[in-house]
């Protein structure tokens, strides 16, 4: 790897000098109601100017010019409460801007981004923090002023690094653009944040997280929602301009037992909603924490699979499994991005899309259609959260057909190009790496033009397994995602889907599983999941319902869309029918078993 050398980049303008000019620009009160928006686009105006000083020779004319600056500001406000057993554990009330500058060096066709270390500087910041919540102009200017400066130093490092990475390769790859051009968008919606009874939310949590107490067979529980509301600002210097309600609204509750032998039982629930009247009622509420306390409960006293066992024969998957499957095995690997460019024999910890190269290729039976479309605000009265105006690019979504008649047609892309793709059909949802953003879904539509009802799908799984001479099937009914257990169980499963053969992101365990005998008698299991499943398995659907499912899940990046991650949120919702397949293996976990809890809970008696 050859060595970088160091200089000190500096703005062209000094901080004296700036501020010279930042006083005299400020305009006449009253000239622009919203001062962060205008704010924004002078100080963007301004930063076209930025270079950097006293470059050494042989740098070329506009490798040290930005030809790209963007600024999204997330002005939220942020109320949320905790509880359990019927104690209220934290309560926050949060006011807070969040600022992402992103400047580009050099050109659409090659800039700083795409490289392991892309937006990292090796020299001092002079950020002010946390940043200003009151609308004055000049405070505005000077905290995007020295976010800029950061932004740009890091370019510039960033850019040197990459070509220095690129000269260590041997033979060049096929060299891709590393941004598309997108179409400037204006849009200045204004907000309307719902009013929030903090007295009221906080007893319902409490009283929410106090139907555990009844449930003895669990050892923890807890609840919390969290009501986001705010608007969203987005400006760039190809012209666009945005101003947008940006609101996640969403309750979370856990509960964790221990089986007699040991195993941990864990389960968890979301409830998300784009606006605050759009959020499930405390009734509603109230019959899902009843629901997971009852399930966890069911599962602690359900038997486990002796140690070793392993099936492999048909399995049906109730519509909001087959939601949540598809989820995670299309969702995921729908969204492509290129391998960031590093070092010979110094590998990115980078994982592709299993579909990257199956571009109008089968990926599921004839018979399925899946569209993603963030358009729709609602699938049979009922809300949909993963509709949204604009990406983290500015750019407006549209409807995408992903797959005609099981054959993959699009991927959900962003403005970072690619192989089988040039331009963005706005879904830079997440962060990405290498200063890159990352891809999700919106509201991804399962379709099926082949369907039976699902007590025919049940006495064909019963069909097969007699056919097999199995002594049962198994039913799906609900899956683990987003995931509700620990790091490292997550990180355990990650490992024993690759060491299996399955997918590299790993697919959620069930939560709800069943033994399915040649009565139709169904008797409910612990302890087993997925082995070898992957996007692979899509393609041996056996059969679909016609009773569909509606899931809502907010996506955050992590694995398994870990349950109360934070971060960058992506609400999305997936319509899909149950699922079928002639052979899907299930296996118990070989890891070892913490040993059960000695002392017995307060107010209770006996070992």
Same mark, same amino acid.
């Given at each position: 790897? @050859?060595?970088?050398?160091?200089?000190?980049?500096?703005?062209?303008?000094?901080?004296? %000098?700036?501020? #010279?000019?930042?006083?005299?620009?400020?305009?006449?009160?009253?000239?622009?109601?919203?001062?962060?928006? #205008?704010?924004?686009?002078?100080?963007?105006?301004?930063?076209?100017?930025?270079?950097?000083?006293?470059?050494?020779?042989?740098?070329?004319?506009?490798?040290?010019?930005?030809?790209?600056?963007?600024?999204?500001?997330?002005?939220?406000?942020?109320?949320?409460?905790?509880?359990?057993?019927?104690?209220?554990?934290?309560?926050?009330?949060?006011?807070? !801007?969040?600022?992402?500058?992103?400047?580009?060096?050099?050109?659409?066709?090659?800039?700083?981004?795409?490289?392991?270390?892309?937006?990292?500087?090796?020299?001092?910041?002079?950020?002010?923090?946390?940043?200003?919540?009151?609308?004055?102009?000049?405070?505005?200017?000077?905290?995007?002023?020295?976010?800029?400066?950061?932004?740009?130093?890091?370019?510039?490092?960033?850019?040197? *690094?990459?070509?220095?990475?690129?000269?260590?390769?041997?033979?060049? %790859?096929?060299?891709?653009?590393?941004?598309?051009?997108?179409?400037?968008?204006?849009?200045? +919606?204004?907000?309307?944040?719902?009013?929030?009874?903090?007295?009221?939310?906080?007893?319902?949590?409490?009283?929410?997280?106090?139907?555990?107490?009844?449930?003895? @067979?669990?050892?923890?529980?807890?609840?919390? &929602?969290?009501?986001?509301?705010?608007?969203?600002?987005?400006?760039?210097?190809? =012209?666009?301009?945005?101003?947008?309600?940006? $609101?996640?609204?969403?309750?979370? %509750?856990?509960?964790? =037992?221990? +089986?007699?032998?040991?195993?941990?039982?864990?389960?968890?629930?979301?409830?998300?909603?784009?606006?605050?009247?759009?959020?499930?009622?405390? @009734?509603?509420?109230? *019959?899902?924490?009843?629901?997971?306390?009852?399930?966890?409960? +069911?599962?602690?006293?359900?038997? +486990?699979?002796?140690?070793?066992?392993?099936?492999?024969?048909?399995?049906?998957?109730?519509?909001?499994?087959?939601?949540?499957?598809?989820?995670?095995?299309?969702?995921?690997?729908?969204?492509?991005?290129?391998?960031?460019?590093?070092?010979?024999? *110094?590998?990115?910890? /980078?994982?592709?899309?299993?579909?990257?190269? !199956?571009?109008?290729? #089968?990926?599921?039976?004839?018979?399925?259609?899946?569209?993603?479309?963030?358009?729709?605000?609602?699938?049979?009265?009922?809300?949909?959260?993963?509709?949204?105006?604009?990406?983290?690019? =500015?750019?407006?979504?549209?409807?995408?057909?992903?797959?005609?008649?099981?054959?993959?047609?699009?991927?959900?892309?962003?403005?970072?190009?690619?192989?089988?793709?040039?331009?963005?059909?706005?879904?830079?949802?997440?962060?990405?790496?290498?200063?890159?953003?990352?891809?999700?879904?919106?509201?991804?539509?399962?379709?099926?033009?082949?369907?039976?009802?699902?007590?025919?799908?049940?006495?064909?799984?019963?069909?097969?397994? $007699?056919?097999?001479?199995?002594?049962?099937?198994?039913?799906?009914?609900?899956?683990?995602?987003?995931?509700?257990?620990?790091?490292?169980?997550?990180?355990?499963?990650?490992?024993?889907?690759?060491?299996?053969?399955?997918? &590299?992101? %790993?697919?959620?365990?069930?939560?709800?599983?069943? #033994?399915?005998?040649?009565?139709?008698?169904?008797?409910?299991?612990?302890?087993?999941?997925? *082995?070898?499943?992957?996007?692979?398995?899509?393609?041996?659907?056996?059969?679909?319902?016609?009773?569909?499912?509606? /899931?809502?899940?907010?996506?955050?990046?992590?694995?398994?869309?870990?349950?109360?991650?934070?971060?960058?949120?992506?609400?999305?919702?997936?319509?899909?029918?149950?699922?079928?397949?002639?052979?899907?293996?299930?296996?118990?976990?070989?890891?070892?078993?913490?040993?059960?809890?000695?002392?017995?809970?307060?107010?209770?008696?006996?070992?």
């Amino acid at each position: 790897m @050859s060595r970088l050398s160091r200089r000190a980049f500096v703005a062209t303008l000094s901080l004296p %000098a700036a501020l #010279r000019i930042l006083r005299a620009q400020n305009p006449a009160p009253g000239l622009d109601e919203d001062v962060l928006l #205008r704010s924004m686009r002078d100080e963007l105006q301004r930063s076209r100017q930025i270079r950097v000083a006293n470059a050494p020779a042989g740098t070329g004319p506009g490798d040290d010019v930005p030809y790209f600056i963007s600024y999204n500001v997330g002005d939220s406000d942020d109320f949320s409460v905790s509880a359990s057993l019927g104690a209220v554990t934290s309560s926050s009330r949060n006011r807070f !801007r969040l600022p992402q500058v992103e400047v580009r060096v050099g050109s659409y066709e090659f800039d700083n981004t795409g490289h392991v270390f892309s937006g990292l500087y090796t020299g001092s910041r002079f950020d002010t923090q946390p940043w200003p919540i009151e609308n004055d102009y000049m405070t505005l200017r000077q905290s995007l002023w020295l976010a800029t400066d950061h932004a740009y130093k890091a370019a510039v490092e960033s850019l040197a *690094r990459k070509r220095a990475s690129l000269s260590n390769v041997a033979g060049q %790859a096929e060299r891709l653009p590393d941004y598309s051009q997108a179409e400037p968008a204006v849009s200045l +919606a204004k907000a309307a944040p719902a009013p929030v009874d903090e007295a009221a939310w906080t007893a319902r949590i409490a009283k929410l997280s106090a139907i555990f107490a009844a449930y003895p @067979s669990i050892r923890a529980s807890g609840v919390e &929602v969290h009501l986001n509301q705010g608007t969203t600002y987005y400006v760039n210097t190809e =012209g666009t301009t945005l101003r947008y309600p940006d $609101n996640v609204i969403w309750m979370i %509750a856990r509960a964790e =037992g221990q +089986a007699s032998d040991g195993m941990p039982v864990r389960d968890g629930i979301s409830m998300q909603a784009l606006q605050l009247g759009n959020l499930a009622g405390e @009734s509603e509420m109230a *019959r899902a924490v009843t629901a997971l306390a009852e399930r966890v409960t +069911a599962r602690v006293n359900a038997p +486990a699979p002796p140690p070793g066992e392993t099936y492999s024969g048909p399995v049906l998957f109730e519509p909001l499994a087959a939601a949540q499957l598809f989820a995670q095995l299309l969702g995921d690997n729908l969204r492509v991005q290129r391998r960031p460019v590093s070092d010979p024999n *110094r590998p990115s910890n /980078f994982v592709s899309s299993e579909l990257e190269s !199956r571009i109008n290729a #089968r990926i599921l039976p004839e018979w399925f259609d899946v569209v993603d479309d963030p358009t729709q605000a609602e699938f049979q009265g009922k809300p949909l959260v993963g509709g949204y105006p604009y990406d983290l690019e =500015g750019v407006a979504p549209k409807p995408v057909s992903v797959v005609e008649k099981g054959v993959l047609k699009n991927f959900l892309t962003t403005r970072q190009p690619g192989r089988a793709w040039s331009g963005s059909n706005g879904r830079a949802r997440l962060p990405g790496g290498g200063g890159t953003r990352g891809a999700a879904i919106s509201n991804l539509f399962v379709r099926a033009s082949r369907a039976q009802p699902l007590t025919e799908l049940k006495a064909r799984l019963i069909q097969m397994c $007699n056919d097999r001479s199995k002594p049962y099937g198994i039913l799906v009914r609900r899956l683990d995602f987003p995931f509700a257990a620990t790091g490292a169980d997550l990180q355990a499963l990650m490992a024993a889907s690759t060491q299996s053969g399955g997918s &590299v992101r %790993a697919v959620s365990p069930p939560v709800l599983i069943y #033994r399915v005998y040649p009565d139709g008698r169904e008797e409910l299991v612990r302890g087993l999941r997925f *082995r070898g499943v992957s996007t692979r398995s899509l393609r041996e659907i056996e059969a679909a319902s016609t009773e569909t499912s509606l /899931f809502d899940f907010i996506s955050n990046g992590s694995p398994l869309a870990l349950l109360g991650g934070f971060g960058v949120l992506a609400p999305a919702s997936v319509v899909a029918p149950g699922l079928l397949f002639e052979e899907i293996e299930l296996e118990r976990p070989q890891e070892p078993l913490p040993k059960p809890i000695i002392v017995p809970p307060p107010g209770r008696t006996g070992a």
